[in-house]
């Protein structure tokens, strides 16, 4: 497996068994907008450039199946951060090494009526002082985070289920 420092994750990848997920899974399929999704896949493959090629490559997703999104603006707490964007949702193999703080602390620490949504096991990720629960680079590629594949699809069974949600924002 390859470690992917994507600060402030680091990521462990597992290409081949990620391949065999894209094998028997298309993310890019809504059974009603089928046609649509395709089409919006294909013209999201037209205007990538090789920094976001590089990005969607390291995980070995098939970029064909991946879930593609067009959304106009992104606002955080009524803040415009991102104009114009593509959203793009996909699943791979993979375990954590480390997250953001925040990050930790949703999924791990509970609060006085409520219990923490993972419980902590052996072999943690490391947690890393920061204020967000994403990350915005300067480049096209523009934001992007990752979550236990079970947000996604619970059909993943807890936060070490051996896959990784990400979801990221690419400039138009």
Known sequence: MKTLDLFPWKIRV???KTSEYYSKKDLSSDKELKKLDKELNDVFKKVLNSETLKFISNFGVDIDK????????????????????????FIFAGEFVAIPSKQWDFY???SEDEPAIFEIEENMPEKILVDD?????????????????VIYDESFEGWNSGYIFCKALFRL
């Open 14 to 16: 597992n290409k081949e």
């Open 66 to 89: 991946l879930r593609v999104e067009l959304t106009p603006d992104f606002y955080d707490e009524g803040k415009l951060i991102l104009k114009g964007a593509y959203l793009l949702e």
């Open 108 to 110: 791990f620490e509970s």
């Open 133 to 149: 629960f994403f990350h915005q680079t300067a480049d096209k590629m523009g934001i992007y985070k990752f979550s236990p594949a």
